[in-house]
């Protein structure tokens, strides 16, 4: 079966940095899941370190480790001219002339570290002339690893989403699966604690699946909520879905709780290659040009069917 590394060697040389760049993460990807998988304690990797990051977010060790492995991994990349991460304020400056700027969340779903609950890795590539704060539309490639009962990559280069899953040789394989999320879905996922602090048309579009074939959708819908965002997005590529972080009341989450460089862009590029929609609730998530480096966003994706319908409750 094909395997990630071969698909990336053979890659023409014109695309090497970027190929250079998805081999160095997958790396890193296959240690963190050892790491994670045979940690000693897993409470341990979910220790809070009494730091927080540029967000304000809690560090847990996990997540300063993961970007400790990844920058010192891209340092080894010489078509790579920078690195933006969650776990820092500023960009790494990397290779003068490189190619290349990646962005990482290095470790999504940090408070699910301890409850042995599907963590992952998610990953944007940039041309370096766009600079550090450029539209998710000229993403050169993105992914997702997720740290679960398997270990599993969804990547795309802009030709269609690749699915890999991890053997105990260390090597990707190609998991043969045509990604495409079907378009229909009757499966939201929300954070419905939340419920409060919703705007109205969050509210409305909420309160209509709940009412399920006896309201206007007709049709009964179900739930999940993972609690990470490469988990629930695994799901949604998988059987199709609808996944919601809106903009809410609570101080702080005036743009939601995803950040659009390193997280809602990547998740952005894999959805629409899999024939999906992401989008702010107003706009394509993929068109929004970043104003700074840790920028949130409002996020909703999946099935585009739904997302088309949430759209049309207004925002
Ligand atoms: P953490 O990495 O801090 O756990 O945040 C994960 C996340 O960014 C995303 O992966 C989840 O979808 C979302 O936050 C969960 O947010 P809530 O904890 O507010 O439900």
Redesign the pocket.
Known sequence: MATLSKSLTTMPADRQPVAGAVAALAAVAAELSALIRHAESTAQLGAVRGSANADG?DQKKLDVLADEMIASALADCVGVAAYLSEERDDAVTLHDGGDVIVAS?P??????IDTNVSIGTIFSILPAAGGHLQAGRNQLASGIFVYGPQTTLLVTFGDGVHAFQLAEDGQFYDMGWQVQIPPKTSEFAI?AS?SRHWMAPVSRYIADCLAGDAGPRQRNFNMR??????A?GWRIFRRGGIFL?PADARKGYEAG??RLVY?ASPMAMLVSQAGGRASDGQQDILDIVPTSLHQRVPLVFGSANEVDEFINYGS
């Open positions: 977010d969340d470790l999504d779903g940090s408070s699910n954070n939340n909520w993972v609690g990470s965002l490469v629930d972080y709780r995803l997280e």
